[in-house]
Nanobody, 115 residues
Framework: VQLVESGGGLVQPGGALRLSCAASGFTFSRYTMSWHRQAPGKERELVTTITSAGGITNYIDSVKGRFTISRDNAKNTVYLQMNSLKPEDTAKYYC?????????WGQGTQVTVSS
């Protein structure tokens, strides 16, 4: 099982990034996918989720209207489009795959929002 995040980097406030998480080794289309983040000195927090078929998404209040989660089950990939980035979005971002019995994590990708 592998989840490989990519797309992180350094961006100025107000900028945008698109994160990707490529999955392999399990039946991607059967899993709820989510993005989490962890800032230095803080606990990891759930940012957004998307159901297996992509029909339902949820976001924490602080990213609503700025972040969009999506998935392509044909490509076994989940995305996080992040717009209007703020310094407080700085964190390491992780994707997670979850079913009733399993939970898998990627290694994370760093997002730094700074001028």
């Amino acid at each position: 099982v592998q989840l490989v995040e990519s797309g992180g980097g350094l961006v100025q406030p107000g900028g945008a990034l698109r994160l990707s998480c490529a999955a392999s080794g399990f039946t991607f289309s059967r899993y709820t996918m989510s993005w989490h983040r962890q800032a230095p000195g803080k606990e990891r927090e759930l940012v957004t989720t998307i159901t297996s078929a992509g029909g339902i998404t949820n976001y924490i209040d602080s990213v609503k209207g700025r972040f969009t989660i999506s998935r392509d089950n044909a490509k076994n990939t989940v995305y996080l489009q992040m717009n209007s980035l703020k310094p407080e979005d700085t964190a390491k971002y992780y994707c997670n795959a979850r079913s009733f019995t399993d939970s898998y994590w990627g290694q994370g990708t760093q997002v730094t929002v700074s001028s």
